[in-house]
Nanobody, 117 residues
Framework: QVQLVESGGGLVQAGGSLRLSCEAS????????MGWYRQAPGKQRELVAT???????NYTDSVKGRYTISGDISKSTVYLQMNGLKPEDTAVYFC???????????WGQGTQVTVSS
């Protein structure tokens, strides 16, 4: 069974920075892509950023220029550097990994990010 564990969330003032980490453990697996999603209270979960095993990255428009996704997909590790945080970035941030051949997706339990104004 694959387990994804996020860490690095917390409370920060507007304009501050946080770095989220996600590591996988469990059975032998191989991801083709990993990413970060977030869900604010009363809203649907949305994509924040993704990275593929080839190194391609993708960001939602609202975080471009402020967030940077990085990691080593072969080691099932992904990071999210968040700079210039805004109150509207407040949400639970989830890590997701997608297996290469089956396409099965695995999610972490989430880490809370709270940005105060």
């Amino acid at each position: 069974q694959v387990q994804l564990v996020e860490s690095g969330g917390g409370l920060v003032q507007a304009g501050g920075s946080l770095r989220l980490s996600c590591e996988a453990s469990g059975s032998i697996f191989r991801f083709v892509a990993m990413g970060w999603y977030r869900q604010a209270p009363g809203k649907q979960r949305e994509l924040v950023a993704t990275i593929t095993s080839a190194g391609s990255t993708n960001y939602t428009d609202s975080v471009k220029g402020r967030y940077t996704i990085s990691g080593d997909i072969s080691k099932s590790t992904v990071y999210l550097q968040m700079n210039g945080l805004k109150p509207e970035d407040t949400a639970v941030y989830f890590c997701k990994g997608q297996l290469r051949f089956s396409g099965v997706e695995y999610w972490g339990q989430g880490t809370q990010v709270t940005v105060s104004s």
